[in-house]
């Protein structure tokens, strides 16, 4: 029945808890419960989320037609320079972040992280590196794109580039705040019954996830020093006319920001790998194999970041190097994919949200890994690099990988969040039109790339006028389909069916306490019983959980 | 399995009630805890370190034509002070553990003084410097890189002194209650490592 001992001495109506419920004035306090710092997390990076769509859908406007006619060429700039950073620093990376938050202390049975202040550090950081990038919309916006290249970014404007450089600062310092408590809390804090092969597979993921956050992000916070130094000191290290080499910019900033995809993806295939079982009714398929492969990406990502620069003048043994280590990123990937396809598969299969949204995330982040295996080939990379082709590639990963992702893990959790549930009806609305809009708007790109339409610019040629449209189309049915999940997410949070302290019959810890869990989680250590994944295995021990129905909302 | 595998020195009875009361940093990892920081932080110095080696790698000339001899007496002298601390600084960690907090004290004093010379003596060479922030790459990655490091020493300084500080009171560390001063000495040692790496960096190769 669960996988919980809890001594009879203890009864249920005796709980400590009861005077200490969570009052809402907590979520704007700095508050280091882990469950809270999750909610917040969760909360702030989707109306970044939303601030960084709107720009999305404004970019779109401008790119409906071939002239800059929308608004100008230098504001578009700063809109495309604001919408890549706000969706990578301030969505998908906190968002991941906000889940490993609320889930690693639940799903390892303690109490906390290991250490909450910090933690809660970390979060506020986000909210004030987040306000000093979007003081930029007031002051001057950057205009030089995520990457920030010099010596382009050294000519774009002081203030908008000094300020992107500091809020990224700010950013990183938080990433790698929070990746020291993931890191730790996973090693150190398991419930003593839980070995490190009894661990759910998104604990796996986020270590290999936090480990890449320990490596990489320092190396961008070096680089972003050194940019700091050349803007506003005016020495010479990325200018070549002063001396200096803007490749070596390059080298270290993909040294983090490639490895910030797999940041980025990593919790994701975590969460992935935990719904699919849950609404499959069936044991992970390769266990043992997804949680490796994880460590492998997490380590093969560290060292394939110059494919990014096959056209920056890296000599051709080193593109080799490159081109080869990013293919073999496939393999371990692969072996992902497979082993969730292994999983649905002959399952009893509950085609709830949470499932739309996971199938979704396979079936969409697949092509987004072809098109990444197809670009890491030198050849091809030279003829699209700086195209569509590249635009539409990372949105496949990054939207339909962690876009669909996060919302899987949205429904899923959100009974455990809240201990209410999500209206099923709307979810497969949100789904039908985040698909449609998704794939209509990202699609085309494709062919827009090797056409050769150039990325990055508010204008392009006439003939790629009819294809655009139809992108332009798309991201705004994307734009309308965060309408029914927003109205269904605030509904459903205050007035929606109570869900029970564990809905889908799911067997890992953070559904064997209350929905939503006590303030300590926990009463008591708990004790594991079965494995995190055991559906349809008989124990003798327990009543079987597979043998019951999961509960579906209306 | 059993019931009795719970803990019962956690049972629920013990819990404060005060909503997030107990939430503080758990006392078992923090040295852990800043040894993953530590590495964290070592990635910014391996970065700046490795950017330092492809500037002089891309430049014909390193350092570049017209970059004024370096004076090796003083850093020399700097740097087997901030050697000597690493030892010193560790009798303090061995007194601490024999509960000698007079010691320690002591030993983390002596510290303290070596590495305020050590800071001092830097911005000395800065001021007899021929060269600038600005003056060609060279320069500018000597100055980022010593003024970078040189922050870690001002903050390992304020570490120590916060040891002091704290050890005032009587009994405040103890041999088996130390984390502050240990915390500070593997800071100190962290940031002596990178210095000697700096040192054969800028100053000899």
Request: charged share 10%; net charge negative; aromatic share 14%.
């Amino acid at each position: 029945m669960t996988q919980v001992d809890i001594p009879a001495s203890v009864p249920a109506q005796s709980s400590p808890h009861a005077e200490a419920e969570r009052k809402w004035t907590d979520f704007f306090t700095f508050n280091s419960d882990h469950k809270v710092i999750g909610i917040q997390y969760l909360v702030t990076s989707f109306v970044f989320y939303l601030i960084g769509g709107a720009l999305a859908t404004a970019i779109r406007t401008e790119l409906a037609t071939p002239p800059s006619d929308f608004v100008s060429p230098d504001f578009y700039n700063g809109m495309l320079t604001l919408h890549g950073t706000i969706m990578i620093f301030l969505w998908v990376v906190p968002a991941g972040a906000g889940l490993a938050n609320y889930l690693i202390p639940l799903m390892i049975g303690a109490k906390d992280m290991a250490f909450p202040k910090i933690n809660a550090l970390a979060f506020w950081m986000i909210v004030a590196g987040g306000a000093l990038l979007l003081s930029s919309f007031w002051l001057e916006t950057p205009q030089s794109g995520w990457t920030s290249y010099p010596p382009l970014s050294l000519v774009s404007g002081k203030v908008g580039e000094g300020i992107w450089i500091f809020s990224l600062l700010i950013l990183g310092t938080s990433s790698i705040l929070g990746a020291l408590n993931f890191v730790v809390t996973i090693i150190k804090m398991r419930v003593p019954s839980m070995g490190i092969y009894q661990m759910p597979l998104f604990c796996w993921s986020m270590l290999a996830a936090g480990l890449l956050i320990l490596t990489g992000t320092p190396v961008l916070a070096g680089a972003l020093i050194l940019l700091a130094f050349d803007l506003l000191a005016g020495t010479a290290f990325f200018n070549p006319t002063g001396g200096g080499d803007p490749v070596v910019y390059q080298h270290m900033f993909w040294f983090y920001s490639h490895p910030a995809v797999y940041i980025m993806i990593l919790p994701l295939f975590g969460a992935i790998s935990e719904i699919l079982p849950v609404h499959s009714r069936k044991p992970i398929f390769g266990y043992r194999a997804i949680a490796y492969s994880s460590m492998i990406i997490s380590f093969l990502g560290l060292i394939v970041w110059a494919h990014h620069m096959f056209t920056s003048g890296t000599p051709a043994w080193l593109r080799m190097f490159f081109m080869i280590a990013t293919m073999i990123i496939a393999v371990p990937t692969g072996i992902k994919v497979f082993g969730w396809l292994a999983t649905i598969w002959g399952g009893k299969i509950q085609l709830n949200s949470a499932m739309l949204f996971a199938l979704g995330f396979i079936a969409t982040f697949v092509i987004g890994g072809i098109t990444g295996v197809m670009i890491a080939s030198v050849p091809f990379d030279i003829h699209v690099h700086d195209t569509y082709f590249i635009v539409a590639h990372i949105h496949y990963v990054l939207f339909g990988g962690s876009v669909f992702g996060i919302y899987a893990a949205l429904y899923h959790w959100f009974p455990k969040m809240t201990g209410r549930m999500m209206n099923e009806t709307w979810g497969r609305i949100h789904f039908g039109l985040t698909f449609v809009g998704m794939n209509l708007t990202f699609m085309p790109m494709h062919e827009l790339g090797l056409l050769g339409m150039n990325r990055r610019v508010a204008m392009y040629d006439p003939r790629f006028a009819d294809l655009n449209v139809l992108c332009t189309i798309g991201s705004y049915i994307l734009a309308v389909s965060t309408v029914p999940f927003i109205v269904n997410a605030l509904w459903s949070w205050f007035k929606g069916k109570l869900a029970g302290d564990n809905p889908w019959n799911a067997l890992t810890l953070e559904w064997q306490t209350t929905s939503p869990p006590a303030i300590e989680n926990f009463e008591g250590v708990p004790v594991l019983t079965t494995g995190p994944y055991d559906y349809g295995k008989t124990n003798e021990a327990l009543e079987s959980p597979s043998t019951d129905t999961p509960v579906l909302s209306s | 399995m059993q019931g009795s595998t719970i803990d019962t020195a956690q049972s629920p009875l013990n819990y404060p009630s005060e909503a997030g009361g107990h939430h503080e940093d758990h006392p078992d990892h923090r040295i852990f805890g800043i040894l993953v920081f530590l590495f964290a932080e070592g990635m910014i110095f391996a970065g700046l370190f490795l950017a330092y080696l492809t500037f002089r790698a891309v430049t014909p000339v390193w350092p570049p034509a017209g970059t004024p001899e370096r004076e090796l007496l003083l850093p020399g002298i700097n740097t087997l002070i901030l050697i000597a601390s690493s030892f010193v600084l560790h009798r303090g960690d061995t007194a601490i553990k024999n509960n000698d907090t007079k010691g320690m004290r002591l030993w983390f004093g002596i510290t303290a003084v070596m590495g305020a010379i050590f800071l001092a003596g830097q911005l000395y060479e800065y001021s007899n410097l021929e060269f600038g922030l600005k003056t060609n790459l060279y320069a500018s990655t000597f100055y980022v890189l010593t003024g970078f490091h040189g922050l870690h020493v001002l903050f390992g300084l304020v570490l120590i002194l916060a040891v002091l500080w704290r050890s005032r009171q009587e009994g405040h560390y103890s041999s088996s209650s130390h984390f502050g001063i240990e915390a500070a000495e593997i800071y100190w040692h962290f940031v002596d490592v990178i210095w000697i790496i700096l040192f054969l960096l800028l100053y000899l190769l």
